[in-house]
């Protein structure tokens, strides 16, 4: 079982630029999120999904989209990437079962914006 | 904002005492977690306790909970040095299923 994988690992950008992290999960979650950890910050929510097709809004989520058009699949776009974006991402997923709402983590996404 | 917020930032200690960290949150909740971040990792899921919990245990950990005070504290007995990691609690409450993670104690455990 994979759980929750994130790609790519590493990634360098220069201001402006734009890429996309993928998340993919393996377990049939329903429930799909994108975090940043910044030193000093803890997670930080960017993005959630509660369902495919669906998406909402976090804690952070100025300068990043996102997209599940499929429900194993949780898409996290950078359109003009820029310093402060540099961070660790962390993709997460969870069941939903009742409150029970214990969350699955992916090994983490570091980027950089030079 | 954040929803909880650990205490200490940072706590070190040596092999076979106990570890004490603190969690403090700002609304109602259905329950609260605790995860555990070992260096360059991603998070893994510790223990869940819920609202009309006021503590749970598992193994070594220990965990309770006081609504009256919005307030957690996870327990680690006889720590290792295997135990050397970050603790960060986190909140689903009336939030629409999101979960909110505070800042973190970071725990180093000296041989």
């Known amino acids: 079982n994979a759980g929750v994988t994130q790609t790519p690992k590493f990634r360098v950008l220069k201001t402006g630029q734009s890429m996309t992290l993928l998340c993919a999960q393996d377990?049939?979650?329903?429930?799909m999120y994108w975090y940043r950890q910044d030193p000093g910050m803890g997670l930080r929510l960017i993005h959630y999904?509660?369902?495919?097709?669906?998406?909402a809004k976090g804690e952070v989520p100025d300068g990043y989209n996102v997209s599940r058009l499929k429900k194993q699949n949780f898409l996290l776009g950078l359109e003009s990437a820029a310093p402060s974006q540099t961070s660790v991402y962390f993709c997460?997923?969870?069941?939903?079962?009742?409150?029970?709402?214990?969350?699955?983590f992916g090994a983490g996404s570091r980027l950089t914006v030079l | 904002s954040q929803q909880g917020e650990e205490d200490p930032q940072a706590l070190s200690i040596q092999e076979g005492e106990n570890a004490t960290m603190n969690c403090s949150y700002k609304?109602?909740?259905?329950?609260l977690q605790w995860y555990r971040q070992n260096s360059g990792r991603g998070l893994v899921h510790l223990i869940l306790?819920?609202?009309?919990?006021r503590e749970k245990h598992s193994g070594r950990l220990r965990v309770t909970l006081d609504t009256s005070k919005k307030s957690s504290s996870l327990l680690i007995t006889a720590s290792r040095a295997a135990d050397t990691a970050s603790y960060f609690c986190?909140?689903?409450?009336?939030?629409?299923?999101?979960?909110?993670f505070g800042q973190g104690t970071e725990l180093s455990v000296k041989p």
């Open positions: 997460a997923s969870s069941p939903r079962q009742g409150a029970l709402n214990v969350l699955t």
């Open positions: 986190a909140t689903d409450g009336n939030q629409g299923g999101k979960l909110i």
């Open positions: 377990m049939n979650h329903e429930y």
């Open positions: 609304t109602s909740i259905n329950n």
């Open positions: 999904s509660v369902g495919e097709g669906t998406t």
């Open positions: 306790i819920r609202s009309n919990e």
